[in-house]
C-alpha cells in the first residue's frame, strides 16, 4: 500500500497505520472505521470530552477509565477499546482526532479511494453532495468519499480539501481577495 510519508512518519499517523494492521488481520476495519466515526463525531459534539483528551492533569489511570467508559457507552468494538486503553496508557488520547483522520485516510487508499471535506456555509442536500461527489470522481478519477460540515463564517460557495489540495470558492474568500485588491489600487 502506498502511502504518503507524511502519514508515515508523524506519530498519529504511525499510531493509525497499527491500528490499521491489527483490524486488517483481524477482518474488522469496516467495524474500526465506524468505531472511530463514532468518538470523532462524539470529541466534536462534546467541548468538555475534547478538553479532557487533552488536560495534562487527568492521570492516566483516571483517562483510562474515561476511555473505557466512552468505549461501552458507544458500543465500540473490543479492539478499538484496547487501542483507546493502550493511548490513554502511554498518554497519547490528545492526539485521536489526527490518529482517527489518518486512519480514515489509510482506510481510503487502501480501497482506492481518496477522502474530501466539504465545508459550506449552510447544509447542502443530498443531491447536492451528489453532484459535487461525481464532479470530483471526474476530476481525481477515483472515488471520492465525501465529508460535509456546515461553516456559517464562509457567508456563501464551498470549500473542499481533498489532501493537500483546496479548492476555496467561499464568498469570504472572493471578498477577502476584492478587499486586497482594492488596497493595493
Known amino acids: 500500500m502506498e ?56 492521570s492516566r489511570g483516571q483517562l483510562a477509565a474515561v476511555m473505557a467508559g466512552i468505549g461501552d457507552h458507544l458500543g465500540l468494538s473490543d479492539l478499538t477499546k ?34 474530501a471535506e466539504v465545508a459550506s456555509a449552510h447544509a447542502l442536500s443530498d443531491t447536492q453532495l451528489a453532484d459535487l461527489e461525481t464532479k470530483l470522481r471526474a476530476r481525481e478519477g477515483r472515488t471520492v468519499k465525501l465529508k460535509s460540515r456546515v461553516d456559517p463564517d464562509l457567508l456563501g460557495g464551498l470549500v473542499v480539501t481533498i489532501g493537500s489540495q483546496r479548492i476555496d470558492s467561499s464568498i469570504r474568500t472572493r471578498l477577502n481577495s476584492l478587499a486586497q485588491a482594492m488596497k493595493s489600487a
Do not use: C, H
Not at 502519514?7 to 474500526?32: H, K, N
Open 3 to 58: 502511502l504518503s510519508a507524511g502519514i508515515q512518519a508523524s506519530l498519529a499517523g504511525r499510531y493509525a497505520s497499527a491500528l490499521f494492521d491489527l483490524a486488517s488481520e483481524a477482518g474488522t476495519v469496516t467495524a474500526v472505521e465506524s468505531d472511530l466515526d463514532k468518538l470523532d463525531a462524539a470529541l466534536r459534539e462534546s467541548k468538555d470530552l475534547s478538553a479532557l483528551i487533552t488536560n495534562p492533569e487527568i
Open 82 to 115: 484496547k487501542f483507546l486503553g493502550v493511548l490513554a496508557e502511554n498518554r497519547r488520547v490528545s492526539k485521536l482526532p489526527g490518529m482517527i483522520r489518518a486512519f480514515a485516510t489509510i482506510a481510503a487508499a487502501q480501497r482506492g479511494e481518496v477522502q
